[in-house]
């Protein structure tokens, strides 16, 4: 029953790695999205995707990139990551478009800890 | 600045009502959200508003005043599996979601 699959729940790396967080969801969704949330903070958008090959820019894009190769998968690439990147990750999918009422699905988080 | 406000805790007793509000501030409004998310798993979706009004769900309600900036979660004959953090979530004139920090709700026996 499992629709949004994020490939690690935990992850543990070192200040400068380059970091992987992989998500694909089963729904035939055309939308998708990476956000982080930290404690009392709201979610905040860090990158999406309206269909294959396009990525748009969320609201803190900055030490962060996306790749949407194939339309189930949605990866996010921290390319040197820094402590301040400490955070749960959550990789979300919706269908149909943005102004409709489109629900999101979200994956079970990545907490990634950066050393 | 776009802003959403949710208290950050409330405790209730189980079998009892509690309402749990929200109000924003944004450019622009194209509907509210409601989310559930119990600890370190994800969230899911519980309501959506457009028109003011209230829509029931269950045990559940959400309430939407446009004009005030103001909407609530109403849950009703709470139960122990209550017990998880409420997000209230925005579209904006972008459609863009501005998210709240989210409610942390407490049962007690």
């Known amino acids: 029953d499992v629709k949004v699959t994020q490939s690690s729940r935990y992850l543990v790396k070192r200040t400068g790695e380059k970091v992987f967080l992989e998500c694909v969801q089963d729904m035939d969704h055309e939308n998708m999205f990476w956000y982080r949330q930290d404690p009392g903070l709201g979610l905040r958008l860090i990158y999406f995707?309206?269909?294959?090959?396009?990525?748009e820019k969320g609201d803190i894009p900055e030490g962060y990139s996306v790749s949407r190769e194939k339309k189930e998968r949605f990866s996010l690439i921290l390319e040197s990551a820094s402590t301040n990147q400490t955070s749960m990750y959550l990789c979300?999918?919706?269908?149909?478009?943005?102004?409709?009422?489109?629900?999101?699905?979200f994956g079970a988080g990545s907490r990634l800890t950066v050393l | 600045g776009q802003n959403i406000d949710q208290p950050t805790e409330m405790t209730a007793t189980e079998g009892a009502i509690v309402q749990i509000n929200c109000t924003y501030q944004t450019s622009g409004f194209n509907g509210l959200f409601w989310y559930q998310q119990h600890a370190g798993e994800a969230p899911t979706f519980l309501s959506y508003n457009v028109l003011d009004g209230l829509e029931e769900k269950g045990r559940f309600s959400s309430f939407l005043s446009r004009s005030k900036g103001y909407s609530y979660l109403l849950l009703k004959e709470l139960q122990m599996k209550d017990s998880a953090s409420y997000l209230c979530?925005?579209?904006?004139?972008?459609?863009?979601?501005?998210w709240g920090a989210g409610t942390k709700l407490i049962i007690k026996p």
């Open positions: 995707s309206y269909d294959v090959k396009m990525k």
């Open positions: 979530a925005v579209r904006d004139s972008n459609y863009q979601l501005i």
């Open positions: 979300a999918s919706s269908s149909g478009q943005p102004s409709g009422a489109n629900v999101l699905t």
